[in-house]
């Protein structure tokens, strides 16, 4: 039995909330899901501030994510 090695993220939310700055919260994942299979090679893409280092951050659980799931 063969058993394939994956990232998978499911509905992951998380915000980030400025205490010293009003308060402000910052949505910056908002329902992520996707997956990875061993050997495949993806491209995290976007615009500077838009989460790709967060993201990154909660898969190797650096950040704790508020809501979701990371396989
Ligand atoms: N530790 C933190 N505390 C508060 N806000 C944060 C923190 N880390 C990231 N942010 C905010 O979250 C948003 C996403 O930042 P992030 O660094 O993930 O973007 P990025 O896509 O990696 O940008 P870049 O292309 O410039 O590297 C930004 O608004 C950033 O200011
Ligand atoms: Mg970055």
Same mark, same amino acid.
């Given at each position: 039995?063969? &058993?394939? &090695?994956?990232? $998978?993220?499911?509905?992951?939310?998380? &915000?980030?909330?400025?205490? *010293?700055?009003? @308060? $402000? %919260?910052?949505?910056? =994942?908002? *329902?992520?899901?996707?997956?990875?299979?061993? +050997?495949?090679?993806?491209?995290? *893409? +976007? !615009? /500077? @501030?838009? +989460?790709? /280092? %967060?993201? =990154? !951050?909660?898969? #190797?659980?650096? #950040?704790?994510?508020? %809501? +979701?799931? $990371?396989?």
């Amino acid at each position: 039995m063969t &058993t394939e &090695t994956k990232i $998978i993220v499911s509905d992951v939310n998380k &915000t980030f909330v400025l205490h *010293n700055q009003n @308060g $402000i %919260t910052l949505d910056v =994942l908002s *329902n992520a899901n996707f997956s990875v299979a061993s +050997g495949e090679c993806v491209v995290l *893409n +976007g !615009r /500077s @501030g838009s +989460g790709k /280092s %967060t993201l =990154l !951050r909660a898969l #190797y659980a650096n #950040y704790l994510v508020d %809501t +979701g799931n $990371i396989e």
